[in-house]
């Protein structure tokens, strides 16, 4: 029986801001989405670094197709100059969204997708590929497993469940993973849950980007109430350069003060500073974990966080025909406006569905993941995408391509060839922005 590929659903993988985002801005058109989330809850990601507060007040976190929803079922935006926390902005917007009649038919929870491909076709099959549903497996919270056909898939799964490790060579170091109990991923809620694990504590911090600075001034502050907790910074980079962004003369104020404080920490000694860390291995001794680079042995201590980044996950995309550029697995034509060993922070080129579109004709990743290893992905920018996207899956091409993206100007990246950027830490810090600005009809 022939399948008529058009009155299919539109899969929808994450239920983060940009995954929600995608989905309502397909309700508003009309077409039928299913949103698939592995987590509890919508934004479960999220919730992990919740006590985070972000760079930009609520005016620039806010989809406008989410909002038109939410306002028809009486919701009032927060303040639009408040600046929420990650469980604020869940708290408030997210989990209000998915109480929206329409979003909470298509909303899936505890439901994670196993395998996506197309329709009797493996990837090496070639004819009659694009006529082909994508064939999209997943497994409910009781491990059953079962199967949907979709006529497009957006991919806004993130990157924070797949963290990067901590050996410089990209692999995990030696021993990482047999003293994965003394090392948290990400950034911990170090004055909240956490408190114990921390306190009185010797904590080393790997990173030098946002989540690292994060990390490292809630360590102070639990020092300032537990004297015994020592802090200790390691870092890839051979000298801070600009690793504290533009101060004063940053666009998003939050953001340039949270690198001034972090640099004020280091000139008052509260927190020892190492650069030019290359880590190859990890041992247990009896004075402590250690880390053992090219010429250097750091430690001991007893808590390790790495803030080195993230990485996205396509292990459960194996049969799909991915374009993606072979060092920053994003997409190929998308990865020479973000590349940081080129390219500036704050002048991120426009663009939508010509840029993320892959071999696979229907298939897309947005959000955080289509930036792949690249730092500095903007919330805003999440939503461009999947606005551009779902216009050029509704056929109106003409409004996908009218895309144009203004960047704040952060004083970062400005003169040092983004050498500054050159570790790909993707925090969750920077999941915020300004607003895009578009001005018509745009050829990529």
């Known amino acids: 029986m022939k399948i008529d590929i058009q009155t299919l659903p539109v899969v929808i993988i994450g239920a983060g801001p ?29 919730l992990q670094w919740g006590q ?18 939410l306002e028809q079922q009486g919701w009032q935006a927060p303040d ?48 009659d590929r694009e006529a082909a549903p994508f064939v999209v497996r997943y497994q409910q919270a009781d491990g059953e497993e079962q199967e949907l056909l979709a006529r497009a898939v957006i991919d806004a799964s993130g990157t924070y469940q797949t963290p990067n490790p901590l050996g410089a060579h990209g692999m995990m170091a030696l021993g990482e993973r047999s003293l994965h109990q003394q090392i948290f ?3 911990p809620d170090v004055l909240g849950t956490e408190r114990e694990r921390y306190a009185g504590r010797r904590v ?3 990173g030098s980007g946002h989540s690292a600075q994060q990390a490292v001034l809630e360590l102070a502050q639990l020092a300032e109430q537990e004297p015994e907790t020592q802090i200790l910074w390691a870092i890839r980079r051979a000298g801070v350069g600009q690793m504290f962004g533009g101060g004063e003369s940053d666009a998003l104020p939050e953001r ?21 860390v290359q880590i190859h291995a990890l ?15 750091i430690g001991p201590v007893d808590e390790v966080i790495a803030a080195t980044g993230f990485r996205p996950d396509f292990s459960f995309l194996r049969e799909l025909r991915l374009s993606l550029d072979p060092a920053l697995e994003s997409p190929m034509a998308l990865a020479p406006l973000i590349d940081p060993n080129v390219h500036s922070c704050g002048t991120v080129p426009p663009h939508g569905v010509d840029e993320l579109t892959h071999a696979e004709p229907n298939f897309f990743l947005v959000g955080m993941k ?40 952060t004083g970062v990246c400005s003169s040092d060839g983004g050498a500054c950027c050159a570790p790909a830490v993707s925090s969750p810090l920077l999941a915020v922005g300004l607003p895009r600005r578009a001005t018509g009809a745009k050829s990529h």
Do not use: N
């Open 370 to 409: 289509s930036y792949g290893r690249a730092p500095t992905f903007l919330m805003l920018t999440g939503y461009e995408q999947v606005r551009s996207i779902v216009a050029a899956l509704c056929g109106e091409w003409e409004a996908a391509r009218a895309v144009e993206l203004v960047l704040p100007e």
């Open 185 to 187: 991923y990400g950034i």
């Open 80 to 127: 639009p100059d408040a600046y929420p926390t990650g469980r604020q902005l869940v708290e408030a917007y997210l989990f209000p969204l998915a109480q929206v009649p329409a979003i909470r038919a298509v909303l899936r929870l505890q439901t994670r997708v196993s395998a996506v491909s197309r329709l009797g076709m493996d990837k090496v099959k070639t004819p």
């Open 256 to 276: 340039g003060h949270l690198g001034t404080r972090a640099l004020a920490l280091l000139k008052r000694g509260q927190v020892r500073l190492v650069t030019g």
């Open 52 to 69: 985070v507060r972000l760079f930009s007040p609520w005016r620039y976190l806010v989809d406008q197709q989410a909002q038109a929803l």
């Open 18 to 46: 940009v995954g929600l985002a995608a989905a309502a801005h397909l309700l508003r058109r009309g077409e039928t989405p299913v949103l698939f989330e592995a987590g509890e809850t919508v934004g479960a990601a999220m």
């Open 283 to 297: 041992a247990r001794t009896p004075a402590g974990i250690v880390m053992i680079g090219e010429e250097e042995r």
């Open 204 to 206: 080393l911090v790997v």
